[in-house]
């Protein structure tokens, strides 16, 4: 079992920043890709950043240049340094991260969710 456990959010003016923070514990050989989603009110569930155990990212088009995903495989973390915030990147934030087990199978896993409201 893994557990993800963010932190980080919390109400911002437009423009300001926020970072994300998600640290996994539990029993895994390792985690592979590592990222964000997001969910605002009434839409779908959207990628907003993965990165590899390599350290290759990928950002959706809305917040390239504004965020910057980072991990940490010594820790097990991974984070979300948030710029130039707007108002449309309100929602609530969920880590996720793939884990290969023990016993040779990976399983996706996510936290709890962190909310982040832009507003003024």
């Known amino acids: 079992q893994v557990q993800l456990v963010e932190s980080g959010g919390g109400l911002v003016q437009p423009g300001g920043s926020l970072r994300l923070s998600c640290a996994a514990s539990g029993s895994f050989v390792r985690l592979n890709v590592m990222g964000w989603y997001r969910q605002a009110p009434g839409k779908q569930r959207e990628l907003v950043a993965t990165?590899?155990?390599?350290?290759?990212?990928n950002y959706v088009d809305s917040v390239k240049g504004r965020f910057t995903i980072s991990r940490d495989n010594a820790k097990n973390t991974v984070d979300l340094q948030m710029n130039s915030l707007k108002p449309e990147d309100t929602a609530a934030y969920y880590c996720?991260?793939?884990?290969?087990?023990?016993?040779?199978?990976?399983?996706?896993?996510w936290g709890q969710g962190t909310q982040v409201t832009v507003s003024s």
């Open positions: 996720n991260a793939e884990a290969l087990m023990h016993w040779g199978l990976r399983y996706p896993y």
């Open positions: 990165i590899t155990n390599d350290g290759a990212t």
